[in-house]
């Protein structure tokens, strides 16, 4: 199906593990975001990519690794998680010009432990 | 660097009412857009409306108007004819013309609407 996905929906970790949430878009855009939802905070840019190979830091990029080998794909991987990182974390993808210029997916919930 | 501030947590707004959601945003920036998404209890982030800081006119999407002052650097959203469908959670954002297309979010509001 056409769009953008997120997987895991919801995924339980414990602190020091290794946690890798995928996102996956079917429409070529050529930018990527992932955003993380804290309460009180709103939506906080992770990281984001402007095009296959082409990464760079958002607001609250420590703790957090990414990768664009292909366009549709950008997963974002916490090293060693920590309950700071409990979130729920948001892929979104777009291209720019267009008025709304930023899909979102349905959002994975990480919860660690 | 952007800010968006949105500066009431919750609200209350009875069925056909309207609601006006507050936004004022700061950036050094001398072009920029500003969007309004809906984030229902089920969590997806549904764009609502979206305002080019050079527009000459609100921007208006069907229940959805965007009262633009460049002046006072707002940009806050009226929801016109409430439905209970309307409860969600609201979050103001913005992009600057140098943010290579990144957006800043507000902290959201969350709006409840009454039967």
């Known amino acids: 199906d056409a769009g953008i996905t997120q997987s895991p929906r919801y995924k339980i970790t414990e602190t020091g593990r290794q946690v890798t949430l995928m996102c996956h878009q079917t429409?070529?855009?050529?930018?990527m975001f992932w955003y993380r939802q804290d309460l009180g905070h709103g939506l906080r840019l992770i990281y984001y990519?402007?095009?296959?190979?082409?990464?760079d830091k958002g607001e609250v990029p420590d703790g957090y690794v990414v990768s664009r080998s292909k366009t549709e794909n950008f997963p974002l991987t916490l090293e060693s998680a920590t309950r700071s990182q409990t979130s729920v974390y948001f892929c979104?993808?777009?291209?720019?010009?267009?008025?709304?210029?930023?899909?979102f997916g349905p959002g994975t919930r990480l919860t660690v432990l | 660097a952007q800010k968006i501030t949105q500066t009431q947590p919750g609200m209350f707004v009875q069925e056909k009412e309207a609601v006006t959601l507050d936004c004022t945003y700061d950036?050094?920036?001398?072009?920029?857009?500003l969007f309004w998404y809906k984030q229902p209890s089920s969590g997806e982030m549904i764009f609502l409306i979206y305002?080019?800081?050079?527009?000459?006119q609100n921007a208006t999407e069907g229940r959805y108007s965007l009262n633009f002052q460049k002046a006072r650097k707002s940009a806050n959203l009226v929801i016109s004819a409430s439905q209970l469908g309307d409860s969600a959670m609201y979050f103001c954002?913005?992009?600057?013309?140098?943010?290579?297309?990144?957006?800043?979010f507000g902290a959201g509001t969350t709006v409840t609407v009454r039967a």
């Open positions: 979104a993808s777009g291209i720019p010009g267009l008025v709304n210029e930023q899909f």
């Open positions: 429409w070529s855009h050529s930018y």
């Open positions: 990519s402007a095009a296959a190979d082409i990464t």
């Open positions: 950036t050094s920036d001398p072009s920029y857009g």
């Open positions: 305002q080019g800081s050079y527009d000459q």
């Open positions: 954002a913005m992009r600057g013309e140098f943010n290579d297309y990144k957006l800043s």
